[in-house]
């Protein structure tokens, strides 16, 4: 550590990102210190992927109970105790915070300070009231959800993701404003548990159109009412709220969740005093090497803006930690996006890697596509579950494949060999070509690349 300094990198967050960066800052023989200002672990262990995700496996295991389609062996869903599955959920998070990041965090040999974070100067950070001195820092304090200028919303008790995952009780009904990611899991979440649910606004806005309307079939199919419609203003009632579209469509529910997207979360922080630019979202700006304004303050994670996955986050926040430690020495790390796998956890799940077709249109690509239908895949005909479809982007001048997506139980998991694939260059006679264990979802991958060759009928495995 160079002298003059109390340490040689601190990280403002213990997130996914900040983890990341102290891990590969202890791995590179650098001092490290994380400076935490509330519970440890960041939004993915403790209000997003982890908590959100067990409670949509318990919503499902009830949901596939209730519309079991194998009627000769019967199941049946009860009655909802989501006080004690809040419970279970909260357990879980409990002990992947101490096994994920706290004891890792000892074994890396790094403090995680408890404390108020502030910059005093661009060299300086107050970590309650006391300076610490560093030699570089990195942000990486996530973001929360964020509130809509929507008049009226002040009037109600709304609920957001994270407070929706901390209810003892289920509503009697739900309205959902948003119709992204969060928004659908949570409709789904809450419609899954027996609640009538209605989701205001466009429904899966960024995904394949044929994707997206099928989804729209299926929450159909689950009860739930969607009004594809931008919601103008809320209003309280006697027994719980409305939400008014711009047409003028009103939607009433008990309770009322907001899920318009996400803000970053650098209250306090005063990144000025820093000399650190933020966009007009609040979003640290950063440039390929995750270094900011500031050229001794590198920010990683969903507090600038890049997707926010987990996994990008780490990735990200691994890249801050090297380049901030080497300085303008050697060669830079940055983070390759190249064939970027998502998956939104609906039922089923909507998945993809790679860009849209009309994304990679946009980039310049002469794009040929073809879509597979889940009643053409023998592992969905079996499970008498067909719901969905498979649809493979490649560029129609060398036959590369550029993105995959996918409406099916499971559609994650197709992700994998999606991304290798398109890391790999492969081309859609290499996957047509490739050996696909028969009665799988993975399957889909192989049948919808011989689509490109002939769209007639085949056979089992032909």
């Known amino acids: 550590m160079a002298s003059g300094f109390d340490v040689d990198l601190a990280v403002v967050g213990s997130g996914g990102a900040a983890m990341a960066a102290g891990i590969a800052a202890r791995q590179a023989k650098a001092s490290v210190v994380l400076v935490e200002g509330s519970v440890v672990g960041g939004t993915c262990v403790n209000v997003g992927c982890v908590p959100s995700k067990t409670l949509l496996a318990a919503a499902g295991a009830r949901h596939a109970a209730a519309t079991n389609p194998f009627t000769a062996a019967p199941t049946s869903a009860g009655g909802v105790d989501l006080a004690a599955l809040v419970a279970q959920k909260d357990e879980l998070v409990g002990r992947l915070r101490q096994a994920k990041y706290l004891d890792v965090a000892e074994a890396y040999g790094f403090q995680i300070r408890s404390g108020h974070a502030r910059f005093i100067d661009p060299d300086t950070l107050s970590v309650n009231g006391q300076p610490l001195r560093a030699r570089a820092y990195v942000v990486a304090t996530g973001a929360q959800p964020d509130r809509p200028e929507l008049p009226g919303l002040d009037e109600v008790d709304y609920l957001t993701s994270t407070t929706a995952m901390e209810q003892q009780q289920l509503p009697a009904s739900l309205v959902v404003v948003g119709g992204g990611y969060v928004g659908m899991e949570q409709a789904q979440l809450f419609a899954h548990l027996g609640v009538p649910v209605t989701v205001v606004g466009r429904l899966a806005p960024r995904a394949e159109p044929e994707l997206a309307q099928l989804l729209r079939q299926v929450f159909t199919a689950d009860g739930i009412t969607v009004i594809e419609q931008h919601a103008t203003a809320v209003e309280p009632t006697t027994d719980g709220v409305v939400v008014v579209t711009d047409n003028g469509q009103r939607a009433a529910g008990q309770r009322l969740l907001i899920a318009t997207g ?35 303050v590198y920010a990683a994670g969903d507090v600038t803006g890049a997707p926010q996955y987990v996994y990008v986050a780490a990735a990200t926040g691994r890249a801050a930690a ?141």
Request: proline share 4%; with cysteine; hydrophobic share 40%.
């Open 262 to 296: 996400r803000r970053a979360r650098t209250d306090g922080l005063d990144l000025a005093a820093a000399g650190v630019s933020t966009d007009e979202r609040g979003f640290v700006m950063v440039d390929e090497a995750q270094r900011t304004s500031n050229g001794r």
């Open 322 to 462: 090297v380049n901030a430690l080497a300085g303008d020495e050697g060669r830079l790390a940055r983070v390759d996006y190249t064939g970027l796998p998502s998956v939104v956890f609906t039922r089923p799940q909507l998945a993809s890697a790679g860009p849209t077709e009309g994304e990679a249109r946009a980039q310049g690509h002469d794009c040929v596509c073809r879509v597979l239908g889940l009643d053409d895949l023998p592992r969905a005909l079996v499970n008498r579950d067909t719901r969905g479809a498979v649809k493979l982007v490649a560029d129609a001048a060398t036959g590369r494949l550029l993105g995959v997506h996918a409406l099916a139980e499971g559609a994650g998991e197709l992700m994998l060999p999606a991304t290798y694939a398109i890391r790999a260059g492969m081309t859609i006679d290499d996957i047509a070509d490739t050996w696909a264990p028969y009665l799988t979802m993975a399957e889909s991958l192989r049948i919808a690349a011989g689509l490109f060759r002939n769209e007639l009928p085949t056979s089992c495995c032909a």
